[in-house]
């Protein structure tokens, strides 16, 4: 914005039909916006040609000026410098204090060996700083995990979120539906195929699209963990499972185990963020007790098609999707009855009916009805009967995805009230300034850094780890986790709630972020397993996994 005035320019434009105010040394001309500011034109007008920054920053947070400044902003101060008056996302290097590990008498510390020299350097601070809204390696913290490739990423897809989704986020929440624009930049900008567990140089074949930050041969877990970790930051379970609920889902177990004319017809389509899948799994009678579904799939005459017919409940992204990876009963009751198969919806006999759910409201949680649908042999994913395997092996990376967007929702809810505790004041001090608030906030930290620290770990074993290793090893402690981390969510959730007040009791405003993810808390902590299943199993599979390692009890 090149046009520049001085305050007392500004202060001539001081009434209802010619209405300028000042924020942060930027100009606004408000004047037909004051009819339909939620907060009224009275108070706009009381402010009339003068600075309201602080009045401003009381009632509304970032992404309001960030949605309004292209409409209103017509200039700035011209006493404002180049540099913006709020910090930037990544503060600028300072050079770093190089700190020397010391004792105290008494303080048994290891020495440092050969290998501590070694030791990765830590990145550079990254981000507003505030003591656990961010993983600690934001913050230059040292961490064995994340390398520049992790900044460039991070960077990248912070600024898309900021710019993009962010300010918009609450609209598209109670419209519930996101543009297909964005879906599709999710396929442009080469996430979707980083999203699905596979390395991406495999992928690369299938797609045109690579991320700009990192080349394809470099991308790993953590990758995929910080991408999904930063979707979330904008707070909204609805988001999240409209760009990756369905897919990160759904594509897994087509291109792990799909036949490879399958994955060569459809995955371009799908990676490009043309076509949409999801996964098919829970039906009116059968959740978390998958061996007993009952979507039947009886093979054609002549052996080349299935006919399927059945229920499927509580799909996300079903409503919108083309393919539907599903399971059905292909043999007799039980486990090693169940096939998976890849449907697509252009066969016919498919109806869908978008269902109105507590939470995740942008996600089209789907009732989906197969009635005599064909679906050619060629579609089986996995083999006749052994579709169980197929299932189970897709739980770990669907928990994992739960576990991400729970914690860095976590966090949202820690670094709002964080935000606002600083500016809120009660009984004549700020709310951060009252120690049962700092109480709130330190029991929320202590879960979120436990948790995320586990995650780390875990994703790393993943990292190490071959796919059945993987599932069997580290399925007890990944359900552990998923049970963990939707407990700490919700305990968030509410605290956060409590430090809002009435703020996040109403829709919209300052607490937008808080009320969402209120609402979204059972989303995360009944599928994909309830909190109940997962640590019930978590016990079940580790005593298994630690009989076979030579567990003497
Ligand atoms: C660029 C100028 C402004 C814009 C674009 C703007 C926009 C908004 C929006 C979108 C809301 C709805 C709540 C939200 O989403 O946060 C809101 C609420 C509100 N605004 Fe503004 N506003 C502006 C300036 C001001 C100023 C200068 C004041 C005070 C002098 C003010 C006072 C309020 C109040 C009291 C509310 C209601 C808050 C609540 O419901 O708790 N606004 N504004």
């Known amino acids: 914005m090149s046009q520049r005035f001085s305050a007392a320019d500004v202060a001539t434009h001081n009434k209802a039909d010619n209405l300028w105010i000042i924020v942060d040394e930027d100009v606004y001309d408000v004047t037909k916006f004051a009819d339909e500011h939620p907060g009224g034109k009275k108070i706009l007008q009381r402010v009339a040609g003068k600075d309201a920054s602080k009045q401003f920053w009381k009632y509304h947070n970032e992404s309001i000026l960030k949605k309004y400044q292209k409409k209103l902003q017509?200039?700035?101060?011209?006493?404002?410098?180049?540099?913006?008056?709020?910090?930037?996302?990544?503060?600028?290097?300072?050079?770093?204090?190089?700190?020397?590990?010391?004792?105290?008498?008494?303080?048994?510390?290891?020495?440092?060996?050969?290998?501590?020299?070694?030791?990765?350097e830590a990145l550079d601070p990254y981000g507003e700083l505030i003591p656990y809204a961010d993983p600690s390696w934001y913050q230059?913290?040292?961490?064995?995990?994340?390398?520049?490739?992790?900044?460039?990423?991070?960077?990248?897809v912070r600024q898309w979120v900021e710019d993009e989704i962010m300010p918009n986020v609450t609209e598209w929440?109670?419209?519930?539906?996101?543009?297909?624009?964005?879906?599709?930049?999710?396929?442009?900008?080469g996430y979707l195929a980083g999203l699905l567990g596979v390395h991406y140089t495999k992928l690369a074949p299938l797609t045109k699209n690579t991320v700009k930050s990192v080349p394809p041969e470099k991308w790993d877990l953590f990758h995929e963990m910080l991408l999904t970790d930063e979707l979330s930051r904008a707070g909204s379970?609805?988001?999240?499972?409209?760009?990756?609920?369905?897919?990160?889902?759904?594509?897994?177990?087509?291109?792990?185990?799909?036949?490879?004319?399958?994955?060569?017809?459809?995955?371009?389509?799908?990676?490009?963020?043309?076509?949409?899948?999801?996964?098919?799994?829970?039906?009116?009678?059968?959740?978390?007790?998958?061996?007993?579904?009952?979507?039947?799939?009886?093979?054609?005459?002549?052996?080349?098609?299935?006919?399927?017919?059945?229920?499927?409940?509580?799909?996300t992204n079903g409503i919108w999707s083309d393919y539907f990876t599903t399971a059905v009963r292909t043999g007799g009751p039980g486990m090693n009855g169940v096939s998976v198969l890849l449907i697509e919806r252009s066969a016919g006999g498919v109806s869908a009916r978008k269902m109105d759910c507590q939470g995740v409201w942008s996600s089209g949680t789907t009732y989906i009805t197969f009635e005599d649908v064909k679906v050619p042999v060629e579609n089986l994913i996995g083999k006749e009967n052994q579709g169980f395997k197929v299932i189970m092996t897709n739980f770990n990376h669907e928990r994992i995805g739960i576990i991400i967007q729970c914690l860095r929702f976590s966090r949202v809810c820690y670094e709002?009230?964080?935000?606002?505790?600083?500016?809120?004041?009660?009984?004549?001090?700020?709310?951060?300034?009252?120690?049962?608030?700092?109480?709130?906030?330190?029991?929320?930290?202590?879960?979120?850094?436990?948790?995320?620290?586990?995650?780390e770990n875990l994703i790393y074993q993943c990292q190490k780890m071959g796919e059945t290793e993987a599932m069997l090893k580290l399925g007890g402690a990944i359900a552990s986790l998923k049970a963990q981390s939707t407990v700490t969510f919700e305990f968030c959730a509410r605290e956060a709630s409590q430090i809002f007040g009435g703020l996040s009791y109403s829709r919209g405003g300052q607490g937008a972020k808080v009320e969402r993810l209120y609402r979204d808390v059972r989303a995360y902590a009944i599928p994909g397993g309830s909190e109940e299943i997962m640590l019930d199993l978590s016990i079940r599979q580790a005593l298994r996994v630690h009989k076979v390692l030579g567990m003497k009890l």
């Open 416 to 455: 709002e009230s964080m935000k606002y505790a600083h500016k809120r004041k009660t009984f004549g001090k700020r709310l951060i300034d009252h120690p049962v608030i700092r109480l709130k906030l330190a029991h929320m930290a202590r879960q979120i850094e436990a948790s995320y620290n586990w995650l």
């Open 173 to 189: 929440d109670e419209a519930k539906k996101v543009p297909d624009t964005i879906y599709k930049q999710m396929g442009e900008r």
């Open 237 to 315: 379970g609805g988001l999240i499972w409209n760009l990756i609920g369905g897919f990160g889902i759904g594509c897994p177990p087509v291109v792990k185990f799909g036949k490879k004319e399958l994955v060569q017809r459809i995955l371009p389509g799908i990676l490009s963020g043309d076509k949409r899948i999801c996964l098919a799994i829970t039906e009116p009678d059968a959740g978390s007790d998958v061996a007993n579904l009952t979507c039947e799939a009886k093979l054609s005459e002549d052996g080349k098609h299935y006919i399927v017919n059945g229920e499927k409940k509580w799909i």
């Open 140 to 156: 230059s913290y040292h961490s064995p995990y994340f390398n520049q490739t992790h900044a460039d990423l991070r960077a990248e």
């Open 74 to 120: 017509v200039g700035s101060l011209d006493t404002k410098k180049a540099a913006p008056p709020t910090p930037p996302a990544t503060p600028p290097q300072v050079e770093k204090e190089v700190v020397k590990p010391s004792a105290e008498p008494g303080v048994i510390a290891p020495t440092a060996g050969a290998d501590a020299a070694e030791e990765a």
